[in-house]
């Protein structure tokens, strides 16, 4: 029974969401929205198991002083300042000029963007390796890579001002995005839309079991 | 005989009375003159009735009234032919549309408004406040404004004839979606055909997929160096399929982790995510014969939040030094912020994802990259199951037809021949 109620309602749920698409008759018109409320209330449930989980973990590693306990106290320390904050301010705790709104505004916000600017450096250094012309192929996407990111640019125009209007680097550029890219891109599309559905029908069918532990 | 003399005027009463009328002939001709001058002064400010009477706004005409097809009914739709004065920079400036039910059939009410001066002749309106049990009239009615100013401006209302008696209903299908139904039944006849294929014991090829074939000696080099192997199933939940790839896939990396010794670690952002790995791993060295080499805290919860759940795991990464790094689900902007931390340790990197956005930064950060079907493949291609290669195989005839339609449509289209695109149109 372990395995066979978790494959019933993968099954019977997975029919019922393709069912839904097409017959738009209640209560197929409703399932969508009441799968995705069940879906919530069990995801709010289960933030418990993560955030107990990380508490468990930190705690452990803490109490053994294992390598880099350190950072665990941190992870701690913070888990507990922003619930026990959260709980003293109450219904309000999103409000302005709470200290909620302080921490979120003035740690999390600003930690978050850091970790997003990070990205701009990664994609200079990725760009680098993967520009570099080891191949035909390698020298293609150099090549493209090359006049996209001119044209892209104010001086790419520039450059080519001589040239009529629709010649100009921009205009090259947007061909590019516009055809090649986006045939390929729309190619890849196709394959995952088709992988979704052979994917599904498998968990559907219960070919699939591994999600569920195993075969 | 002396005549009546009136003492005031000191005057007969005859030439009095002649006096009295030629005074009421001259004031009665004043006033009928001044009353005329104002009579003609009013007429002079007013709208003219001419005006009123000119402006005779023709209504909308042919106004139907109908079930809405393909919905779950509550909805009807009303169809009209424009007004005659509804012309480029005509007069009528909006339709309203008026609904009376059974119960008082003459007493309608405005359920909505559809602004005039479309360049097509048909206007529809979906009121979607119907109720299915009841029975409704329908009329619509022509709109505009007269006159210049705010004492003048009145509205000009022309209504159409009243159709009905209608109701709305719920329908069973959604015809508009019927290419969609005819393609996932062909794809599902397709796949489940190469499954039974498979089960009766015919050969199916599957093509080389390096990624794939990588996964043994990943593993391995983990367990030659003696380090860790992270498994990173993406940052969205359980509810997206590319998650349900990943976990999928980590139960073969795990069997593999089981089987070599090696410690597998499960950095998750989703809780429902780590209840899944966790069953998943457990299960996996079970099958690999290694049930007490697998440890709760290999997998474990990290944070929901994006950015917070890349800088956990480039810290970890940087402390750590996995030797092999798996990256299989859906992941956002923080995909090249992972990998180009695995990349900057020297760890051999698998990624797998179907998010077209961050396949370009996999292909340049990792060592291999399965491409978006690829990462739906890997568990047939790693269990070598034969019902999961037949679905593959399924899969593959189904692009080759859509690759065929392509084609078809490509030369139909450039040809004019047929509006053979309309077949995909898609209905949201």
Partial sequence: MRREIPLAITGIVGVVFVVQYFIPHFPFSRMNDWFSDWFSIVQACAIWLGALNLLKISAQKIAARKSDWIYSIVIVACFFLIVIIGFIEGESFRGQGTAFSWLYDYVYTPLSATMFAILAFFVASASYRAFRARNFEATLLLGAAFFVMLGRVPVGDMLTAFLPDGYRLSALASWVMNFPQAAGQRAIMIGIALGIVSTSLRIILGIERSHLGGE | ?428
């Fill in chain 2, 1 to 428: 005989m002396n005549p009546i003399r009136i003492s005031l005027l000191n005057l007969p009463l005859s030439r009095c009375l002649v006096r009295i009328a030629i005074f009421s002939i001259f004031f009665g001709l004043l006033s009928v003159i001044s009353i005329s001058a104002q009579q003609s002064a009013d007429t002079a400010n007013a709208v003219p009735d001419s005006q009123l009477v000119e402006f005779a706004l023709s209504p909308p005409f042919e106004v139907s009234a109908k079930d809405t097809p393909n919905d779950g009914g509550g909805s009807i739709t009303v169809i009209w032919q424009r007004s005659a004065d509804d012309l480029p920079n005509g007069i009528v400036t909006e339709y309203r549309v008026m609904r009376s039910n059974a119960d008082q059939p003459e007493v309608f009410a405005e359920v909505g408004d559809v602004a005039a001066g479309e360049t097509k002749p048909t206007y529809r309106y979906h009121d979607g406040n119907a109720s299915d049990d009841e029975q409704y009239y329908y009329k619509v009615a022509a709109v505009t404004i007269s006159g210049d100013d705010a004492e003048t401006t009145q509205e000009v209302v022309a209504e159409s004839d009243v159709t009905g008696p209608v109701s709305s209903s719920a329908q069973w299908f959604d015809w508009r979606r019927i290419n969609a139904f005819v393609g996932v039944l062909l794809l599902c006849g397709f796949i489940m055909f190469y499954i039974n294929r498979a089960k009766a014991g015919k050969k199916i090829f599957i093509r080389k997929i390096a990624g794939l074939d990588a996964v043994d000696e990943a593993v391995g080099r983990a367990t030659e160096m003696g380090k860790k192997i992270f498994y990173i199933p993406g940052t969205q939940d359980m509810d997206n399929v590319q998650t349900i790839a990943g976990v999928t896939i980590l139960g073969r990396v795990a069997e593999k982790a089981a089987q070599y010794d090696t410690w597998l670690e499960v950095p998750v952002s989703r809780s429902l995510v780590m209840v899944t790995a966790k069953e998943v791993v457990k299960e996996a060295y079970a099958k690999a014969g290694r049930p007490d080499a697998f440890h709760e805290d290999q997998v474990h919860y990290l944070t929901d939040d994006q950015f917070g759940y890349a800088a956990g795991i480039d810290g970890m990464v940087v402390r750590e030094k996995p030797a092999t790094i798996f990256y299989m689900g859906a992941f956002y902007a923080e995909s090249l912020i992972l990998a180009e931390t695995g990349n900057s340790i020297g760890a051999i990197q698998i990624a797998g994802t179907g998010m077209p956005s961050q396949l370009p930064f996999f292909v340049a950060a990792c060592d291999y990259t399965l491409i978006g079907e690829e990462l739906f493949a890997a568990s047939a291609y790693l269990s070598r199951e034969p019902k999961l290669i037949g679905s593959l195989k399924g899969q593959d005839v189904g692009k080759g037809l859509i690759l065929a339609a392509i084609l078809l449509g490509i030369l139909l289209e450039t040809f004019n021949v047929w509006n053979f695109s309309s077949l995909f149109s898609v209905i949201n």
